[in-house]
């Protein structure tokens, strides 16, 4: 018993580090959605069945879900392209390291990408205007729902490369070419060997895409400077200015409704991961 | 793939160039707009001498570059000893770790900055109001990419024997991580680091909602007046990066996957812990 606790010691500094600024965040999420000033109360939650949160969360399910399934689609047909192709290629990798930048730290510089490019003044903007003659940028659709699909469109497929290439990497040449020696012709080995081994895979990285859309915040909020017509930046709106609805402790329902979907999700998403790794491993 | 048609090749090649033209368009229209005269047409460079130039986005470079490196050593310090701790004397704590540091995948920034309220009041009183602080937060937010790197790179190597051995020849603990283990994993420790500069110079969530004005805050700021310097600090931030990512994925050559990818992948703990990577 002495030499357990001798042994855990060591560990103390890193989960500290954890409790302080992980787990307490959280908990304290959880717990102000349910206690105003220390006093148990539902009106918080509640107040997520309000008008504006219930279109919050409704466009934030319609933002995440196309984007998943597009990224899914788009991202699982580069994904075979890059597999396609020598695995020791500087392009391939370079192509790789794109992704991940794209997928994963582009934020911000996504949203000005967006504006650089389909903004008023952005260059295929004017572009079109001298060539064809249309307003791209027209009515500002780009600061929309719409325009929030495209630039997330941006970050979904890059991801669903990272996520998927292992998946494609583990189908192994042995298999088609059993299928091939047994008379399966090309659509028959797809059909009947790669598409149910890669399937779970699919759909569990589709999850992960959902997900990853759902709780993005930094390319919204720089793209969409008011108004708040997802619920990051309904979260957003109810943190800087502590009155919105005449509210105060909104954000931390709002934050917990965020917990709930992202985990109800990514449950999912292990589950079905842990069927994939069965084959492809 | 050498049985591949004619047409075949060519649906290759037409998708090929269809990804890459969504995907590099943008960051080419970033390049033209930045660099174009708004004034008097033509072309300038004033955006990009801005970011030396202007004296608020330049503080905020060196501030979140401060970040990076303050955030990749603290990391390391608190990350590394752990998990060698964790597989020599204390295999029984391996699910905890991982379940932590895989957590922030989970728990998304944004919640996190929503209950860090408290915590940054104590932070505050006891460290200052300095945007240096977040380096804590920063730290719990590239646990899951660290991880994976580092997890990896000690899957690869004989930890028990190594540590027994010096150990036996008189070293300390002190010694045995810092001369004997932290050299043979050292494409873990730099995949770790590098993909933990990605992230800060990133963060946007953070910062911006607990009012520091780290460089991501920064860009948005000037965008509101000057697009053209945010999208020359938005494209130097994505070439950093990517550059970054890049060095990472040819020095970690001939491994059949990279650490950053591999690290980048937030799969499950089955899947990525078992078997030694080839």
New interface residues.
């Given amino acids: 018993m002495g030499r357990r606790i001798r ?2 010691l ?2 103390l ?3 500290a ?2 409790t ?3 787990i ?6 959880i717990f ?1 959605a349910f206690f105003a000033d220390g006093v148990f109360s539902l009106e918080r939650i509640t107040a997520l069945f309000s008008d504006t949160a219930l279109a919050a969360l409704w466009k934030s399910v319609l933002l995440s879900g196309s984007t998943a399934i597009i990224g899914a689609v ?1 991202g699982a ?2 994904a075979w ?1 890059i597999v ?1 192709s020598p ?2 290629s ?1 392009v391939r ?2 192509v ?3 992704c ?10 996504l949203a ?6 389909i ?1 008023l ?4 903007t004017l572009w079109v205007q001298q060539v064809f003659g249309w307003n791209l940028a027209g009515s500002g659709w780009l600061y929309s729902l719409t325009g929030l699909i495209v630039v997330y469109t ?1 970050f979904q ?2 991801l669903m490369v ?2 998927f ?2 998946a494609l ?1 583990g189908l192994r040449e042995q298999w088609r070419e059993a299928a091939v020696s047994l008379g399966a012709s090309r659509v028959q080995y797809f059909r009947e060997v790669a598409a149910p081994l890669l399937t779970p895979a699919f759909l569990g990285s589709a999850l ?1 895409l959902f997900a990853n859309a759902f ?1 993005a ?2 390319t919204a ?2 793209l969409v ?1 008011q108004g708040s017509p997802i619920l ?1 930046l309904l ?2 709106a109810a ?2 200015s502590e009155v919105v609805l005449g509210q105060s402790g909104f ?2 329902a ?2 917990l409704e ?2 709930v979907v ?2 109800v999700v ?1 449950v999912a ?2 589950l079905l ?2 069927r ?2 069965r084959w492809l ?1 | 793939m050498n049985r591949t048609s004619l047409g075949g090749k060519l649906l290759r090649g037409v998708l090929w160039v269809a990804f890459g033209l969504f995907f590099l368009f943008p960051l080419y229209a970033m390049a033209d707009f930045s660099t174009r005269n708004l004034l008097k047409g033509g072309r300038t460079l004033q955006a990009w001498k801005n970011l030396v130039q202007d004296d608020a986005l330049y503080q905020a470079i060196v501030i979140s570059l401060l970040l990076a490196v303050f955030t990749v050593v603290l990391m390391l310090v608190i990350l590394v000893p752990t998990m060698i701790w964790v597989r020599l004397r204390a295999p029984w704590a391996k699910g905890v770790i991982e379940f932590l540091c895989l957590l922030p995948l989970t728990i998304p920034a944004l919640v996190i900055v929503v209950g860090l309220r408290n915590v940054y009041l104590w932070v505050a009183y006891f460290l200052g109001e300095s945007a240096l602080t977040l380096t804590f937060v920063y730290v719990v937010l590239v646990l899951p990419f660290a991880y994976r790197a580092l997890d990896g790179a000690l899957s690869a190597i004989d930890l028990k024997t190594l540590s027994e051995a010096a150990r036996s020849l008189g070293a300390g603990w002190f010694a045995t991580i810092a001369r004997v283990v932290v050299p043979n994993i050292w494409s873990g420790i730099l995949s770790a680091a590098f993909i933990s500069i990605a992230v800060v110079l990133g963060e946007y969530t953070i910062a911006s909602l607990s009012g520091f004005q780290t460089l991501q805050v920064q860009i948005v700021l000037i965008g509101k007046a000057d697009g053209p310097t945010s999208v020359a600090a938005s494209l130097a931030v994505l070439v950093f990066g990517f550059v970054l990512l890049l060095v990472l994925a040819l020095l970690t050559r001939g491994r059949r996957r990279t650490g950053a990818i591999d690290a980048a992948v937030p799969a499950p703990t089955t899947a990525t812990q078992s078997g030694v990577p080839t």
């Avoid at chain 1, 991940?100 to 510089?109: E, R």
């Avoid at chain 1, 003044?121 to 295929?124: C, H, I, Q, T």
């Fill in positions: 042994d855990t060591p560990l500094p890193f989960l580090l954890v302080i600024f992980l307490v965040p959280t908990v304290t999420v102000s788009l047909v580069l392209l396609s695995p020791t500087v990798r370079a790789i390291s794109l991940s930048v794209l997928a994963q730290f582009g934020g911000v510089a000005f990408a967006f504006l650089a490019t903004g003044n952005g260059v295929l941006y497929i890059p990272i996520v290439v292992p990497e992960l709780a915040y930094a909020a720089a400077s990051p979260i957003r943190l800087t954000a931390y709002l934050a965020m917990i992202v985990a990514m998403y292990n991961v842990r994939t790794a491993k």
